[in-house]
């Protein structure tokens, strides 16, 4: 069983539409991430937090907005979303100084209409 | 040029079989890398880390060459339950954040 939890573990939602991903650990850790996983590809880095603050975005567009509100829990906003953004997105997290070691929520399977 | 490559295969192989594959790394400095696993529709999970020394877990060998600058995993008397995507990890040039490999699919079958 994961240790990282994400809600909901499915989302349809159309191109007009504002939903909100969510992801929650209780480890202690202080580094947060969010993935975007197409099938059959590796998990593709979207977003990290290290200590609540956002230390890196790869250039991820502005449809997709992070949240950290306190060291536990994650947000990805998600506004005007395409067909293509349709994947699976996954929170992980680590200790600060342990990044290669992540735990992996179960992620939320994204489809966008 | 990634900074990490995989065989996707697939790799076919009967219950039983020993298995190998092999991630090369483009960054010689690297000095930690990972073998994480994924099946099929869940998340990644961490296997195991690799060591230059070597590192031994059950049925499974994890290996780094530095020299040819590659890892390898290694499962012998493949389960059925090994069938995953066996995801390699290690660090992205100039960042502390990994870069996970495209990874490589194992299908054990009876």
């Known amino acids: 069983d994961t240790e990282v939890t994400q809600t909901p573990k499915h989302l349809v939602m159309g191109m007009t539409n504002k939903k909100s991903l969510k992801c929650e650990q209780h480890?202690?850790?202080?580094?947060m991430y969010w993935y975007k996983q197409k099938a059959k590809k590796p998990p593709e880095l979207m977003f990290v937090?290290?200590?609540?603050?956002?230390?890196i975005n790869e250039s991820v567009p502005s449809r997709f907005s992070p949240e950290c509100p306190n060291s536990s829990l994650l947000n990805l906003h998600l506004h005007a979303l395409q067909p293509e953004d349709s994947a699976l997105y996954l929170c992980?997290?680590?200790?600060?100084?342990?990044?290669?070691?992540?735990?992996f929520g179960a992620g939320t399977r994204l489809s966008v209409l | 040029r990634k900074e990490v490559e995989q065989d996707p295969g697939p790799f076919n192989v009967p219950e039983g079989a020993t298995v190998a594959f092999n991630c090369t790394y483009s960054?010689?400095?690297?000095?930690?890398f990972f073998w994480y696993r994924q099946d099929c529709r869940k998340e990644p999970k961490l296997l195991m880390s690799?060591?230059?020394s070597g590192n031994e877990d059950g049925r499974f060998t994890a290996q780094l060459n530095r020299a040819s600058q590659y890892i390898s995993l290694l499962i012998r008397d493949s389960k059925l339950s090994d069938s995953a995507t066996y995801l390699c990890?290690?660090?992205?040039?100039?960042?502390?954040?990994?870069?996970f490999g495209r990874g490589t699919s194992l299908i054990v079958h009876p």
């Open positions: 960054n010689s400095a690297s000095q930690s």
């Open positions: 937090y290290s200590y609540e603050k956002l230390s």
């Open positions: 690799v060591y230059s």
């Open positions: 480890m202690g850790h202080r580094a």
């Open positions: 992980a997290s680590s200790l600060a100084g342990e990044e290669n070691i992540q735990y």
């Open positions: 990890v290690g660090p992205s040039g100039g960042s502390y954040i990994p870069t």
